[in-house]
């Protein structure tokens, strides 16, 4: 099987530690996480943690297995890129006098539809959401400027179909 971009989204109840069991999963099997985001859910509390991995499906479905062992994971899905809507951001931070002075900065923060966040007198920071080859573009555009500082954050992701995470949940609760 060949690889392919997976995002995994596990339900949990927030405890301290589940993190760090969840890494190991992927540790063990040497797959490499390329995104991790941890946020509260649709759903008082539990925890949503929006996971992507470039790696085969039958990995993917193992992993999600050893990740529902876990005793605090309620649920977990994976997805491929085609069945969520998902979004990026990331941060550029550039020296001030490139915005003055190179009008290609200009067109690039025009046509990549990003967002100047802050300008002082010795640099200045763009903002730019979007899917990951969206900024990757926009990086390789500015990096012969030079960027002093670039971060980027994990995936938000939603699924295009519902998700039966409440009903599952509300049988969960009954069972308790």
């Known amino acids: ?45 539990v925890s949503k943690f929006t996971i992507v991995v470039n790696t085969n499906e039958d990995w993917t479905k193992n992993i999600v297995r050893q990740i529902e062992k876990q005793i605090e994971v309620i649920k977990a899905f994976y997805h491929n890129d085609d069945d969520i809507i998902y979004q990026e951001s990331a941060l550029f931070k550039i020296a001030s006098h490139l915005l003055f002075d190179e009008r290609q900065i200009q067109n690039i923060i025009k046509e990549s539809n990003s967002q100047i966040v802050t300008v002082s007198r010795d640099f200045f920071v763009l903002a730019k959401t979007g899917r990951r080859h969206e900024i990757d573009e926009m990086h390789d555009e500015l990096e012969p400027f030079g960027i002093m500082q670039f971060v980027r954050s994990g995936r938000l992701a939603v699924t295009k179909a519902k998700m039966p995470i409440t009903t599952i949940l509300n049988d969960f609760y009954q069972d308790k």
């Open 1 to 45: 099987m060949e690889k392919q971009w997976f995002t995994i989204s596990v339900y949990s109840e927030n405890n301290v530690g589940l993190l760090n069991r969840i890494s190991g999963i992927f540790l063990k099997r040497h797959i490499n996480i390329e995104s991790l985001n941890v946020s509260k859910s649709e759903i008082e509390n």
